[in-house]
Nanobody, 126 residues
Framework: QVQLVESGGGLVQAGGSLRLSCAAS????????????MGWFRRAPGKEREFVAAISWGGGRTAYADSVKGRFTISRDNAKNTVYLQMNSLKPEDTAVYFC???????????????WGQGTQVTVSS
C-alpha cells in the first residue's frame, strides 16, 4: 500500500505563490515511489475534481491543465519520495482542495490513479 501525505496549503493573496509537497511512503508488489507516475488534482467548492498536473516516473514527461499552464510547475525528487507543485500567480479560482495521487502508469485522468492523499486546502483571496 502506498500512503501519500500532502502539505503546504494555506491562504494566500491573489498573485502570490505556494508550493505543495506530497510525501510518499510504503510500496506495493515491490514497486517503489520512483516507479509511479504522480499527479495533482483539485476540487473546488461545488465542482467536480479536476486534473491539474502530472509527471512521469523519471520526471521527463509532464502535463498540465490549460488553466494552470505557465503558472504551475510539477516536479519530483525520487530520493526524497516527494512530488511538488509550485504554484505562482495564483488566482481566486485556484481555490480548492489539492490532492496528489500515484499511478502505475502514465495518466492524466483520475481513473488512472490508484492511490490518493487526503488533500490540502489552498485558498486564494482577491
Amino acid at each position: 500500500q502506498v500512503q501519500l501525505v500532502e502539505s503546504g496549503g494555506g491562504l494566500v493573496q491573489a498573485g502570490g505563490s505556494l508550493r505543495l509537497s506530497c510525501a510518499a511512503s510504503g510500496r506495493t508488489s515491490g514497486r517503489t515511489f520512483s516507479t509511479y507516475a504522480m499527479g495533482w488534482f483539485r476540487r473546488a467548492p461545488g465542482k467536480e475534481r479536476e486534473f491539474v498536473a502530472a509527471i512521469s516516473w523519471g520526471g521527463g514527461r509532464t502535463a498540465y491543465a490549460d488553466s494552470v499552464k505557465g503558472r504551475f510547475t510539477i516536479s519530483r525528487d525520487n530520493a526524497k519520495n516527494t512530488v511538488y507543485l509550485q504554484m505562482n500567480s495564483l488566482k481566486p479560482e485556484d481555490t480548492a482542495v489539492y490532492f496528489c495521487a500515484a499511478a502505475l502508469s502514465w495518466a492524466v485522468d483520475a481513473g488512472g490513479y490508484a492511490y490518493w492523499g487526503q488533500g490540502t486546502q489552498v485558498t486564494v483571496s482577491s
